[in-house]
């Protein structure tokens, strides 16, 4: 997803961040969709490779179509594609594109089914050529920390980067598709690898929420022992 081109003085660790309706976000976060996704996954640091596949997947999806509708078919996406188990998807046949091309819970378009089964496929051979994890291939080109740009408005935020022409470069050369610069930094700053929450959001002053839950079940830990 693209972004999608004062908080108030609750902390992440102090509560549900979706139960506070006051706090300010970035203006691409409207709905309840919108907002949940926004509050507790846009821009966080992605290092599992079935995540980092299903946003792959999902932002490929999304070509032409808007991220809401995305959000909606979330659930049937993994549903139909085994969880986004990738060995198992790279296995899909076209019996299996049949199957999909008849669900009408997700994006119908046989380039993009197609996309996702030869991107599964793509991804093993990375692994394998490459002798590491999709994870640690991604987290190389910023290494290993995202890049935080705090832009002051949506107006700021680039269609895509010379860093997201070269990463669309090289997984194009890996077999990849749907992977053009501007799919491929909306899927960097989806998992985390870009920060473009806008400096005036919430989530721009508070840290990591998967840090913050670790430190609230820390704290809980201390109150209990």
Not at 92 to 117: C, H, Q, Y
Not at 189 to 203: E, K, N, T
Request: charged share 25%; net charge positive; proline share 4%.
């Amino acid at each position: 997803m693209k972004a999608r081109s004062k908080s108030d003085s609750t902390t992440c660790c102090e509560g549900d961040v979706n139960a506070t309706s006051e706090l300010v976000r970035c203006a691409w976060a409207r709905t309840p969709a919108s907002v949940e996704y926004h509050d507790n996954e846009w821009g966080v640091a992605v290092h599992d490779d079935r995540t980092l596949f299903e946003f792959l997947t999902l932002e490929g999806a999304q070509a032409g179509l808007s991220w809401e509708t995305i959000l909606a078919k979330r659930a049937r996406y993994r549903e139909v594609f085994a969880n986004f188990d990738v060995a198992r998807v790279a296995k899909f046949g076209e019996r299996d594109v049949e199957r999909l091309l008849a669900d009408p819970g997700i994006v119908r378009n046989r380039l993009k089914i197609r996309s996702t089964i030869a991107n599964a496929a793509a991804l093993l051979a990375l692994r394998e050529a490459e002798g590491t994890s999709f994870a640690d291939f991604l987290w190389s080109y910023v290494d290993g920390k995202p890049l935080v740009n705090r832009p002051h408005s949506l107006d700021d935020v680039p269609a895509k980067t010379p860093l997201a022409e070269k990463l669309s470069r090289d997984l194009r050369a890996r077999g990849f598709n749907f992977v053009g610069p501007t799919i491929v930094y909306a899927f960097m700053q989806a998992v985390g690898l870009v920060d473009d929450h806008l400096v005036s959001c919430f989530r721009a002053r508070l840290p990591n929420p998967k840090t913050c839950a670790r430190t609230s079940q820390a704290r809980r830990s201390r109150v209990s022992g």
